[in-house]
């Protein structure tokens, strides 16, 4: 809305209103923080992505709600790399390198870029030793899963942010439906 200082302190009013109820409409429009990898990125292990496809998805899109983010990448890791798994209390590669401090200064990273976005909602990919939300792979590098949360799910979730993996679009659907005519 352009702003005319020779109609006087009538249009900037008529302009503070406009800006308000941006703002407000703005606020009501919750934002999710996605695995990269989920809108497309090759950022995986293996240089791939796993792009999600569905109606709900490409509306979240369009709208600009998904705020794309990589743990991995962004905590120093290369693409590709070698795959690694959770195995007690560290990350190990296959071949035992521990990339430990890359997966925490990943996660660590997720938070502040989900607190900057105003994000109180995570789609993240399930099964991934970073973003997995209720399964990740058990540590024998043998294609086996089991219960457990990804470094970053699990950092992002214990911090109040509620975590869906993939498959789950219809829950993350109604929470937005609940926190947006609320
Ligand atoms: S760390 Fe997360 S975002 Fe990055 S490739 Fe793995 S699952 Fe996708």
Known sequence: MPVS???GSSSLFARAQWDARRHSRLRRVERILVSSCLMGRPVRYDGRAKPVV????ERWRAEGRLVPFCPEVAGGLPVP??????VGSRVLTED???VTDA???GARLALEIARRAGARIALLKEGSPSCGGTRVHDGTFTGRSTAGEGLTAALLRSSGIRVFPETDLAAVASLLAEWETH
């Open 54 to 57: 569905g109606d709900l998805f």
């Open 103 to 105: 997966f925490q200064r």
């Open 5 to 7: 200082l020779r109609r």
């Open 96 to 98: 035992g390198r521990d």
């Open 81 to 86: 790399r070698p795959p690694a798994e959770i």
